[in-house]
């Protein structure tokens, strides 16, 4: 309530809008040390039976986007992840029990194994409504910048607003990318349409990761028990 200098106070309802927030999913497995070892030893044979495609890769080898065809055990496991972790984003957004509903979606991935000084140019990924990145094997312990900030083979988020530094909060320093440490067993789920770029990776083992695209084709209401 305000104090008005007239014969009555001035009183006001509020709310606080958070306008088009970007969701990102973040999930770390453990347990999947057996499976990791066999993605990752797929992932390195198929570099070596194959050439790869360039994307947004630079110096990394892009395997075609067939990954989940490939038949093994592992495959089929990767694949069950990406549907759990989809399912999850969906119900979340739609603020749905996921138990309520069905998804079904078309899927295609491909295999990323990076070395010394191989990165991602800034890119997206069109005709898809889900983007999924996950770490096969982090490679070596991250290089870090003056100050402690991590560098080698990051992913760079960037912030899909334009120009959000346009109004300065003195003491706030302007962002316009949000960094993601690779991790082995770490899923991350985001808009297709969000940019996002590797930095260069600095490591001496092979950084293998695996990228996924997703659509949603149609969603089915469950019948209550």
């Not at 453990?30 to 039976?49: D, F, I, P, Q, S």
């Not at 969906?90 to 990076?114: G, H």
């Not at 900030?149 to 316009?176: A, K």
């Not at 349409?193 to 997703?214: D, E, K």
Request: glycine share 6%; hydrophobic share 40%; proline share 7%.
């Amino acid at each position: 309530m305000v104090e008005s200098a007239g014969e009555r106070a001035v009183e006001f309802t509020e709310e606080r809008l958070e306008l088009f927030p970007t969701h990102v999913f973040k999930r770390l497995y453990t347990g999947l040390e057996g499976v990791n070892e066999r993605l990752a030893r797929l992932c390195l044979e198929k570099e070596r039976e194959d050439q790869g495609l360039v994307r947004s890769n630079v110096g990394s080898w892009h395997s075609k986007n067939d990954l989940l065809k490939w038949k093994d055990p592992a495959i089929e496991v990767f694949g069950a992840l990406v549907r759990d972790l989809v399912h999850a984003y969906a119900a979340e957004r739609l603020q749905r029990d996921p138990s309520s509903f069905e998804l079904t979606m078309s899927s295609e991935a491909w295999a990323n194994v990076s070395r010394a000084g191989h990165y991602a140019k800034p890119h997206v990924h069109p005709s898809a409504n889900f983007a999924i990145v996950y770490y096969v094997d982090a490679g070596d312990e991250e290089v870090r910048q003056p100050g402690g900030r991590p560098v080698s083979g990051v992913l760079e988020l960037l912030d899909p607003r334009n120009r959000p530094e346009m109004f300065h909060t003195p003491g706030v320093l302007p962002i316009d990318t949000v960094s993601l440490i690779p991790r082995a067993g770490l899923m991350l789920a985001f808009p297709a349409w969000l940019y996002h770029f590797v930095n260069p990776y600095q490591g001496t083992r092979p950084r293998i990761s695996i990228a996924c695209n997703v659509t949603v084709m149609r969603l089915e209401e469950r019948a209550a028990k």
